[in-house]
């Protein structure tokens, strides 16, 4: 079936250092691709998505490319500040075409930033 | 505030009890989902609507759940006979239909059976 595997954390690094988060997913057809975040004490929040192969979604100096051939979607930021301290979860939508789909979700990966 | 809410924040409730919950979407989203977080782990879907039609269930949602939508602007969750493996967070999402299934979250509701 459709899943999403992503790297096991928690990622622990110093504030400016540059992020990755890796993130590889198993569907049939065309899925789109987000990254959501969750802030201590908070609900989710989409923070990015990318919809075809090759689209690179943004925000807020977060990045991932959609990468068909290598299935994965993997998080990346340059330099990751104090309040970047957060649990981020790849998911995919396995049918976009349609309705109302439900996400898939990864486990989640914890990022704790010192500074 | 114009996001989703959820209420409960918190309920704790002993083995057996039923419990319900309920969640506000964005006002003009016509889909609604509910999903379940435990521990660790992802969410994971339970059910969808569009407006009040239940359209998808999943696997998880046991015949002790029951989720409605009856006008299709807030729903409930009802969990019937607690047990302790229904602790989890319960979450709701809300939607547009042709928003690409960006899918906005409550807060959630974190459920602790005794």
């Known amino acids: 079936g459709n899943s999403v595997t992503q790297m096991e954390g928690p990622v622990t690094l110093s504030e400016e250092a540059f992020l990755t988060i890796n993130c590889t997913y198993t569907?049939?057809?065309?899925?789109?691709l987000f990254w959501y975040v969750q802030y201590p004490g908070e609900g989710l929040q989409l923070l990015l998505k990318?919809?075809?192969?090759?689209d690179k979604g943004s925000n807020k100096g977060f990045e991932a490319t959609y990468r068909k051939e290598t299935t994965s979607f993997h998080l990346e930021k340059g330099s990751v500040q104090v309040s970047d301290s957060a649990v981020y979860f790849c998911?995919?939508?396995?049918?976009?075409?349609?309705?109302?789909?439900?996400?898939?979700f990864g486990k989640g990966t914890t990022l704790s930033v010192s500074s | 505030d114009t996001g989703v809410s959820q209420d409960p924040r918190h309920k704790i409730t002993k083995r057996g009890q039923n419990v319900t919950f309920r969640c506000d979407p964005i006002?003009?989203?016509?889909?609604l989902y509910w999903y379940r977080q435990t521990l660790g782990q992802g969410p994971e879907f339970l059910t969808y609507f569009q407006n009040e039609a239940q359209l998808e269930k999943s696997r998880l949602l046991s015949d002790r759940f029951s989720a409605e939508r009856p006008k299709g602007s807030f729903s409930t969750l009802e969990i019937q006979r607690t047990e302790q493996g229904d602790s989890a967070m319960y979450l709701c999402?809300?939607?547009?239909?042709?928003?690409?299934?960006?899918?906005?979250f409550g807060p959630g509701t974190r459920l602790t059976v005794l």
């Open positions: 569907a049939t057809g065309y899925p789109s």
């Open positions: 990318a919809t075809k192969a090759d």
């Open positions: 998911a995919l939508s396995d049918r976009p075409d349609q309705a109302g789909t439900a996400l898939i």
């Open positions: 999402a809300s939607s547009l239909r042709l928003a690409g299934n960006e899918q906005f």
């Open positions: 006002s003009e989203h016509n889909r």
